[in-house]
């Protein structure tokens, strides 16, 4: 496995010389965040990413995300160019020496949490859903004054009501047809650049405000790797996306995928199950409801090689700063998971 540890850009409070100090460290994953979704990243930004990175003795070889333009998983007719930059983004970083590329399909909203800052019982603060407060928000009434945290500040409300609007009445069905369609587009450009397509799962794995949701679990999964059957096209799989649910058995699936070569990416993240939801945890497996070390062993057993990266962490020690993404449990959680591979290959 190739640890690796997402970095913001220059106005991330983690630094690359803090990221570079954590033991065993490989890759920073990154993005360019200053074009809008669906435009082309410019050269000068990529490489200025890669330059900085290799600068602190890191690799720059995953980019998380390069969004999906709306437009696209609604099939219009405005697609295709969205597609082309896409194909084009694909090139520039392929070119950069990036290997993998991470993104998803989810309608409108990408990770949904009800609290940023839930106080857990030790005075660590914690990201968590809780499906009552889900519940009581309506994002077609643009009277209401109620938001989720984590929604999309570049959307007005009008247009946050309007483009979910759109997806009223789009099935399931059509969603696949319009991932489909994007994939036989995009998979060749990264067959040819050498670069692994790996989509995200919908975060939580099911259906929010009547939005569809398509990438949840294994059954979903097999139908997704078949859309398009070649190497390229492949997964992230996210341990707590997927294990937030019940019904997914993310050792199963770890197992199963990465033997298939299909696992490109790794996000290793614990999370406690409650009837109404779930709360993020400290990636420990007695911190949750995960055996991470089930998880690890399955990857490592069937032949995983590719980028892992500690998933979001709590806010301990004072830290304040991105939700889920402040320096120190997350590095907690890349020793924890470098301990855990090491006993793995030794054992
Ligand atoms: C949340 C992340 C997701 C992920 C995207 C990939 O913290 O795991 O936002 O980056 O879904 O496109």
């Not at 309007?162 to 587009?185: G, H, I, P």
């Not at 294994?218 to 996306?241: A, M, Q, Y």
């Not at 991470?292 to 980028?307: E, V």
């Not at 709590?314 to 402040?326: N, S």
Request: glycine share 8%.
């Amino acid at each position: 496995m190739k640890l690796s540890f997402r970095w913001y850009g220059k106005e991330d409070k983690v630094t690359l010389q803090n990221i570079c100090q954590i033991p065993g460290m490989h890759t920073v994953v990154s993005a360019v965040y200053d074009v809008p979704v669906g435009e082309v990243w410019s050269k000068e930004s990529i490489l200025g990413l890669k330059r900085q990175i290799e600068a602190a003795n890191l690799h720059f070889e995953v980019v998380e995300s390069i969004p999906v333009h709306e437009d696209i998983k609604l099939g219009k007719s405005t697609r295709d160019r969205y597609i082309e930059n896409y194909c084009e983004n694909i090139r520039r970083v392929a070119q950069a020496g990036v290997r993998c590329i991470c993104y998803n399909f989810m309608p409108v909203f990408d990770w949904t949490r009800t609290e940023l800052a839930h106080r857990l019982p030790d005075g660590s603060t914690t990201l968590a859903y809780y499906q009552e407060q889900v519940d009581m928000v309506n994002p077609l009434e643009s009277d209401s004054d109620l938001t989720l945290p984590g929604w999309d500040a570049s959307y007005s409300r009008d247009q946050l009501k309007s483009v979910v609007a759109e997806y009223q009445s789009m099935t399931e069905d059509a969603l696949w047809d319009n991932l489909q369609y994007f994939l036989k587009r995009v998979i060749p450009v990264s067959v040819e650049c050498g670069v692994n397509m790996a989509i995200h799962e919908d975060d939580p794995c099911w259906s929010i405000f009547g939005l569809p949701r398509i990438i949840t679990d294994e059954r979903n999964l097999d139908r997704f790797l078949k859309l398009v059957d070649v190497p390229n096209n492949g997964i992230t799989l996210c341990t707590g996306s997927l294990g937030c649910s019940g019904r997914n058995n993310v050792a199963k699936m770890a197992a199963k995928y990465a033997a298939m070569g299909r696992i490109h990416f790794v996000h290793m993240r614990n999370v406690a199950v409650l009837d109404n939801g779930f709360e993020e945890r400290a990636h420990l497996s007695a911190c949750g409801t995960l055996d991470m070390y089930a998880i690890m062993k399955a990857l490592y057993d069937n032949g995983f090689d590719g980028y892992i990266r500690p998933d979001h962490g709590r806010m301990i020690w004072g830290e304040t700063g991105r939700p889920g993404y402040g320096l120190y449990d997350r590095a907690l959680g890349a020793t924890y998971l470098n301990g855990l591979w090491e006993a793995i290959s030794k054992g």
